[in-house]
């Protein structure tokens, strides 16, 4: 079964053609700055990259017939035509309570819809993205593979908020999680690797990037997250504000005279590690500034990794204890200085940082005599986005 696996954020577009039955990726591509006149593409077959060039890509609807006749153009020899790929899964964000991995029916799709304003980025290209393979491939199954799916059996309690119960049961606010994709990997990953009991670990990921959250894996299953109803929460993004009192919004729009549109624009766009530092909201351009001298970048920094540490300290109360802590995301396999701040906080619990093993961004970088293990592990979404379509289809 060849199934390819669309992964698209708000910018870009990236995919992979999977041989399921000999776990081989066929192709895989990635456009950058989608919606601009100097996109970036590049495309491999096999591994070996066969085009990169910089061409209009003005919408994701473009990027997606891009990539299609790279997948079909007789040059390559991919795919004789489109008919040859068996099933579709994207990494989709929010559906309510069509959340999980499921076949892309209209009733899925329209809570895709109704769901907009949770995710606001993403939703809207991936149903344009959606719509238009359903056009190509009509007879072609697709399957949404939700962020939230992998925290869907975390106790209720760990979801509800303290808000009136009729907007929980009526209106579905909860916290949902994301970056499912990226903790279902990396979990498991960590259970294989350290031979731990597939029944009985305590695991800690933290997905640190550009948008960055951390899970709590106990036993099998996600039983918290930082990131709640939308992904603005939890920690800092790089331009999303994360955690944050909601009575900050009715006086910041008084004091400024400002409306709630304008309110969240600037919480989800000029906030966050951006917003803080006065840089960016890249963390490399952010060190860059705190070596020089920069407060603000300093300030930055030292709020995100405390964040980290927060969350750490809270799940390894609710877990009664750690046998893991996993980083992923280009923040966590390239800042061996933030590991190095995040992990000497554990040292109380046994945990031992091999200095070296840090530095050169090993897979397991705590000493062999550490209570508790830490590891560096590359997340790869798209196929667990393949696994679980392939189990969709076979269901």
């Not at 809570?111 to 995710?119: G, P, S, V």
Request: charged fraction near 25%; charge should be negative; hydrophobic fraction near 35%.
């Amino acid at each position: 079964m060849q199934i390819m696996v669309c992964n698209i954020g708000s910018t870009s577009l990236k995919f992979q053609l999977i041989e399921m039955d000999s776990q081989k990726v066929l192709a895989k591509g990635h456009t950058d700055r989608v919606g601009s006149e100097n996109a970036a593409v590049t495309y491999w077959k096999e591994g070996e990259e066969l085009l990169q060039e910089h061409t209009r890509i003005p919408s994701h609807r473009e990027a997606v017939e891009h990539a299609l006749d790279f997948l079909v153009d007789a040059e390559f020899s991919i795919l004789p035509d489109l008919k040859a790929i068996d099933a579709v899964g994207f990494k989709t964000i929010q559906a309510g309570d069509k959340n999980g991995s499921v076949l892309l029916t209209q009733d899925v799709l329209n809570a895709m819809e109704d769901y907009k304003a949770l995710a606001p980025a993403h939703n809207p290209p991936y149903l344009t993205a959606i719509y238009m393979f359903r056009e190509l491939l009509p007879n072609t199954p697709l399957v949404g593979v939700f962020e939230p799916g992998f925290h869907v059996d975390a106790p209720e309690y760990a979801k509800v908020y303290g808000t009136p119960y009729e907007w929980y049961e009526t209106y579905g606010v909860k916290k949902y999680g994301y970056h499912g994709a990226s903790h279902r990997f990396v979990t498991w990953e960590t259970v294989r690797i350290l031979g731990l009991n597939e029944d009985d670990h305590k695991i800690i990921t933290c997905h640190l990037g550009g948008s960055s959250s951390l899970c709590a894996f106990k036993n099998g299953r996600s039983i918290d997250t930082s990131m709640g109803f939308t992904p603005q929460s939890g920690l800092l993004q790089s331009t999303r504000i994360g955690d944050m009192d909601p009575y900050v919004l009715p006086y910041i729009m008084e004091r400024k005279g400002i409306d709630l549109d304008t309110a969240l624009k600037e919480c989800s766009q000029n906030a966050g590690l951006a917003g803080l530092s006065g840089t960016s909201g890249d963390m490399r351009d952010i060190r860059k500034a705190e070596k020089a001298g920069d407060k603000r970048a300093k300030l930055a920094r030292d709020k995100f990794i405390y964040d980290i540490k927060r969350y750490i300290g809270e799940y390894i109360v609710l877990m009664e204890g750690v046998d893991a802590i996993t980083f992923t995301g280009g923040i966590g396999q390239q800042d061996a200085d933030l590991r190095q701040r995040v992990l000497s906080s554990l040292h109380f619990l046994g945990l031992e940082i091999n200095q070296q093993k840090n530095k050169e961004h090993a897979q397991i970088i705590s000493s062999n005599t550490s209570n508790v293990r830490a590891l560096i592990l590359d997340t790869n979404e798209e196929w667990v986005v393949a696994q679980e379509t392939f189990k969709v289809i076979n269901n």
